[in-house]
């Protein structure tokens, strides 16, 4: 399946990896971070500039389906991270473990379970459209379907717990904030589905919901309105929509 290509608003990009910096500051010990799992970044980059915050420069796997954005995110994060070494992987999340090393010292990924799902609804339906209309009706359309999102809600997490038990990893970093499609009014049944499947991976860390909080109390942009209303406040910067700790031991 091909996504859709859009470009990146780079004011944005900067923000939301200020928000992962202050996370990986406060929650993770960095000088012990010499190694990265990135799952399916599409053609963002919020994460590599996270990384050159703290002077990453290591190696970095990045996870992604798309031929075309593995080919960007190799030039594009060679160029925000020059010191670190960048390793795509065209392969599915399932897939990608056997490109792996066998220790991780920190996975991390944003927005990412709302594609996971409705990638997989595409390839159930044999819908390859992927324009961003055909995406709203596939999840009012999938939402119609509960027996369905059910069962790829267990398959996207059963994929979560077993890289988690193929890779041994020490920190796990997750975002999952409201889409701006959510925002526009045109569905709120990504919501809806996406955080089932997002409490469930959930319980695959032990977090420290107090320093999420810390770290998310963070405002770059001062007092920018733009970065001050409820989408931001409530949504990015809302603990509730982040997986930040350690993964649990089985």
Do not use: H
């Given at each position: 399946m091909q996504f859709f290509e859009n470009l990146a608003d780079d004011e944005w990009e900067w923000y939301i990896g200020k928000?992962?910096?202050?996370?990986?500051?406060?929650?993770f010990s960095i000088n012990n971070i010499n190694s990265v799992v990135?799952?399916?970044?599409?053609?963002?980059?919020?994460?590599?500039?996270?990384?050159k915050d703290i002077k990453f420069c290591g190696m970095i796997y990045v996870i992604d389906e798309n031929k075309n954005v593995c080919e960007y995110i190799k030039d594009k994060y060679s160029k925000i991270l020059p010191m670190a070494t960048v390793v795509v992987i065209n392969e599915s999340f399932e897939n990608s473990i056997k490109h792996l090393p066998k220790q991780i010292d920190l996975f991390v990924s944003n927005h990412s379970l709302d594609d996971m799902i409705i990638s997989k609804y595409f390839t159930y339906t044999k819908n390859n459209q992927t324009s961003q209309n055909d995406f709203v009706l596939a999840w009012d359309s999938l939402a119609k379907n509960p027996k369905i999102y059910n069962h790829i809600i267990k398959g996207v997490y059963n994929s979560f717990i077993k890289f988690f038990n193929k890779i041994s990893i020490k920190y796990v970093a997750i975002a999952q904030y409201e889409s701006n499609l959510y925002f526009k009014n045109k569905t709120n049944n990504i919501k809806k589905i996406t955080q089932k499947c997002f409490e469930k991976v959930k319980y695959l860390?032990?977090?420290?919901?107090?320093?999420?909080k810390l770290a998310l109390n963070y405002y770059p942009f001062g007092e920018d309105k733009r970065y001050?209303?409820?989408?931001?406040?409530?949504?990015?910067?809302?603990?509730?929509?982040?997986?930040?700790?350690?993964?649990?031991?089985q």
């Open positions: 928000l992962y910096t202050n996370i990986f500051m406060e929650c990135e799952l399916a970044p599409g053609f963002r980059y919020k994460i590599a500039y996270a990384l860390v032990d977090e420290d919901k107090n320093k999420i001050l209303g409820k989408e931001l406040l409530s949504n990015t910067q809302n603990a509730k929509n982040w997986i930040v700790g350690e993964v649990k031991r």
